[in-house]
């Protein structure tokens, strides 16, 4: 969700990788070699590596560059780029299509995160408008949005890969207006979530090949600015939505949060559609192939990108890979739960404070989406820290002999971080039991999000270091288990401040959340041990 300045060690020298693995590397993406491969990191820059290996998820990638090999040694056969300034090629592009491309992308990124939490303060009037009083439809009908995130990316991921990234797009775009537009029209309650989760789905769209994108038209040492406009979205998105649709949902009700959603991403959708283009390098590469094969009649001309994969092995790799990481790689599986249960944490928050400031502190409808401001603070302040800090905390180790990925766990806020998280849960329950002043439970949200961020930026770049070549599937496998969390732990929310209170209910997350601290200095102490031992390498 941040981005730093990059680290500029070049890849295949400080790793000795060969070319298609330390290519795959460099730009987020997996690579087919055997993982028994021990590769640590010392050059990856903290948020280009995270979010274009966490939210494009695609495999198989060549190399994008177009490395030219002697004349003499080229097949005749294989279809390449035209030399090293082929205008064709969007690393070429002038530099006002790239930006305008990425400041469009931007305004996407941004509405389907928002959606997430926008419609958080017309939940009181959705009970009311279809008589409902279950508080787990409540929570529900907010975070099963999430559920989408979780399950759209193992669709969409494969589809950018056989169809291009431009299809993807305004196919996924489509749907999430007419979704959209579907939620604003539910007569039930079912329908409305049932939607919700579809166009959760659709939403997925940017934040799974947004990051691909970037490195699609951006060499590695120039991605840092489009990273820093693109992760804007994910990041204030769902602190946004609640302080906006808060006053939306008072002067119009709770139906207008999905009409304004959907005026804007199909204006959007809109805006990619006629200004964008096809970056993809593989699918540009298969249209010249196709375009000389017609012009030559030479058909055994083949693209140097192609992977030769069957659509059929493209699903199974994007699926099997991430879940047998999940299940037989200790630190996936225990870094993957950490960041999950803080992660449902603070969607919980977002399902259940509306409810909590308008009972306890008598909050009007418009004004409730300001007590979201808290969870934000933190937020980007964590951010700020974070992206700052990881890479010259990583340079300083490379001067000082060498790094390895556990110096991610060693920032000097990432355990305070941690501790913090469930301190602002035990302040955010306490306070609001006790009726202390609103301003004190809004501090202790600023340090859930705090921990929340720091917390989860650290991992995803640990992982990301640690699994190099398949760090894609390591943060699929993250994000997966991540959304499932953010989706289902909140409905437990109000139906457990219920019966416990506020105070307890909230200590039960905070000593949850006080029992996962030891997970990251764990593997801040033992990590290399276990990355580097054979038992515990998953083969694929």
Same mark, same amino acid.
């Given at each position: 969700m941040a981005t730093p300045a990059t680290l500029s060690d070049p890849v295949r020298e400080t790793q000795g990788l060969d070319d298609k693995a330390a290519d795959a590397y460099e730009k987020g993406h997996d690579a087919d070699v055997p993982t028994d491969q021990t590769h640590t990191s010392s050059a990856l820059d903290l948020e280009k590596g995270a979010q274009s290996a966490a939210?494009?998820?695609?495999?198989?990638?060549?190399?994008?560059?177009? !490395?030219?090999?002697?004349?003499? !040694?080229? !097949?005749?056969?294989?279809?390449?780029?035209?030399?090293?300034?082929?205008?064709?090629? @969007?690393?070429?592009?002038?530099?006002?299509?790239? %930006?305008?491309?990425?400041?469009?992308?931007?305004?996407?990124?941004?509405?389907?995160?928002?959606? &997430?939490?926008?419609?958080?303060?017309?939940?009181?009037?959705?009970?009311?408008?279809?008589?409902?009083?279950?508080?787990? *439809?409540?929570?529900?009908?907010? &975070? $099963?949005?999430?559920?989408?995130?979780?399950?759209?990316?193992?669709?969409?991921?494969?589809? &950018?890969?056989?169809?291009?990234?431009?299809?993807?797009?305004?196919?996924?775009?489509?749907?999430?207006?007419?979704?959209? $537009?579907?939620?604003? *029209?539910?007569?039930?309650?079912?329908?409305?979530?049932?939607?919700?989760?579809?166009?959760?789905?659709?939403?997925?769209?940017?934040?799974?090949?947004?990051?691909?994108?970037?490195?699609?038209?951006? @060499?590695?040492?120039?991605?840092?600015?489009?990273?820093?406009? %693109?992760s804007m979205g994910p990041l204030l998105g769902p602190v946004l939505g609640p302080v906006a649709g808060g006053f939306l949902v008072k002067a119009k009700g709770w139906r207008w949060v999905f009409w304004i959603i959907a005026i804007f991403a199909g204006f959007f959708a809109l805006c990619l559609y006629f200004f964008g283009r096809e970056t993809y390098h593989p699918t540009l590469l298969a249209r010249k192939t196709k375009r000389l094969q017609k012009e030559t009649g030479n058909m055994d001309l083949r693209s140097k990108l192609d992977s030769g994969l069957a659509p059929r092995e493209i699903f199974l790799r994007s699926i099997v890979r991430p879940i047998k990481m999940l299940i037989f790689s200790p630190i996936v599986l225990l870094m993957s739960v950490y960041v999950s249960i803080n992660y449902g944490i603070m969607y919980l928050f977002f399902t259940t404070m509306t409810f909590v400031f308008e009972g306890t502190y008598h909050f009007s409808s418009g004004s409730v989406g300001l007590a979201y401001l808290g969870m934000g603070v933190g937020l980007i302040l964590g951010m700020a820290y974070v992206g700052k800090a990881s890479d010259v905390y990583i340079r300083k180790a490379l001067a000082n002999g060498g790094a390895k990925p556990e110096n991610r766990l060693e920032l000097p806020l990432t355990i305070p971080g941690a501790i913090l998280l469930p301190c602002g849960v035990f302040?955010?329950? %306490?306070?609001?039991?006790?009726?202390?002043? %609103?301003?004190?439970?809004?501090?202790?949200?600023?340090?859930?999000?705090?921990?929340?961020?720091?917390?989860?930026?650290?991992?995803?770049?640990?992982?990301?270091?640690?699994?190099?070549?398949?760090?894609?599937?390591?943060?699929?496998?993250?994000?997966?288990?991540?959304?499932?969390?953010?989706?289902?732990?909140?409905?437990?929310? *109000?139906?457990?401040?219920?019966?416990?209170? *506020?105070?307890?209910?909230? &200590?039960?997350?905070?000593?949850?959340?006080?029992?996962?601290?030891?997970?990251?200095?764990?593997?801040?102490?033992?990590?290399?041990?276990?990355?580097?031992?054979?038992?515990?390498?998953?083969?694929?």
């Amino acid at each position: 969700m941040a981005t730093p300045a990059t680290l500029s060690d070049p890849v295949r020298e400080t790793q000795g990788l060969d070319d298609k693995a330390a290519d795959a590397y460099e730009k987020g993406h997996d690579a087919d070699v055997p993982t028994d491969q021990t590769h640590t990191s010392s050059a990856l820059d903290l948020e280009k590596g995270a979010q274009s290996a966490a939210i494009s998820t695609n495999s198989d990638e060549r190399t994008l560059g177009g !490395d030219a090999a002697p004349e003499a !040694d080229r !097949d005749p056969n294989i279809v390449d780029w035209d030399g090293p300034d082929d205008p064709e090629n @969007p690393l070429n592009w002038p530099a006002s299509r790239k %930006w305008g491309l990425i400041a469009i992308l931007a305004m996407v990124t941004l509405v389907t995160p928002l959606a &997430s939490s926008f419609f958080a303060p017309g939940v009181p009037q959705v009970m009311a408008t279809f008589g409902t009083q279950s508080n787990i *439809l409540a929570g529900l009908v907010v &975070s $099963i949005y999430i559920l989408g995130f979780a399950i759209g990316p193992l669709i969409i991921a494969p589809m &950018s890969e056989m169809y291009g990234r431009f299809m993807t797009y305004n196919i996924c775009n489509v749907f999430f207006v007419i979704f959209t $537009i579907a939620c604003a *029209l539910s007569n039930s309650m079912g329908m409305l979530i049932a939607f919700r989760v579809l166009a959760g789905m659709a939403g997925a769209a940017p934040l799974t090949i947004g990051g691909g994108t970037i490195a699609d038209i951006f @060499p590695q040492e120039q991605r840092a600015g489009a990273m820093a406009i %693109w992760s804007m979205g994910p990041l204030l998105g769902p602190v946004l939505g609640p302080v906006a649709g808060g006053f939306l949902v008072k002067a119009k009700g709770w139906r207008w949060v999905f009409w304004i959603i959907a005026i804007f991403a199909g204006f959007f959708a809109l805006c990619l559609y006629f200004f964008g283009r096809e970056t993809y390098h593989p699918t540009l590469l298969a249209r010249k192939t196709k375009r000389l094969q017609k012009e030559t009649g030479n058909m055994d001309l083949r693209s140097k990108l192609d992977s030769g994969l069957a659509p059929r092995e493209i699903f199974l790799r994007s699926i099997v890979r991430p879940i047998k990481m999940l299940i037989f790689s200790p630190i996936v599986l225990l870094m993957s739960v950490y960041v999950s249960i803080n992660y449902g944490i603070m969607y919980l928050f977002f399902t259940t404070m509306t409810f909590v400031f308008e009972g306890t502190y008598h909050f009007s409808s418009g004004s409730v989406g300001l007590a979201y401001l808290g969870m934000g603070v933190g937020l980007i302040l964590g951010m700020a820290y974070v992206g700052k800090a990881s890479d010259v905390y990583i340079r300083k180790a490379l001067a000082n002999g060498g790094a390895k990925p556990e110096n991610r766990l060693e920032l000097p806020l990432t355990i305070p971080g941690a501790i913090l998280l469930p301190c602002g849960v035990f302040i955010y329950g %306490w306070t609001t039991q006790k009726g202390v002043h %609103w301003i004190v439970p809004i501090i202790g949200t600023a340090f859930v999000g705090l921990g929340n961020l720091t917390g989860m930026m650290t991992i995803q770049t640990y992982l990301v270091d640690a699994f190099t070549v398949h760090a894609a599937s390591a943060i699929a496998a993250n994000t997966v288990l991540r959304s499932i969390f953010g989706a289902f732990l909140p409905l437990a929310g *109000l139906d457990m401040f219920d019966a416990m209170g *506020l105070g307890w209910g909230n &200590s039960l997350l905070g000593f949850i959340a006080l029992a996962m601290i030891p997970v990251p200095l764990f593997f801040r102490l033992r990590g290399e041990k276990i990355r580097t031992n054979p038992k515990f390498q998953v083969q694929f």
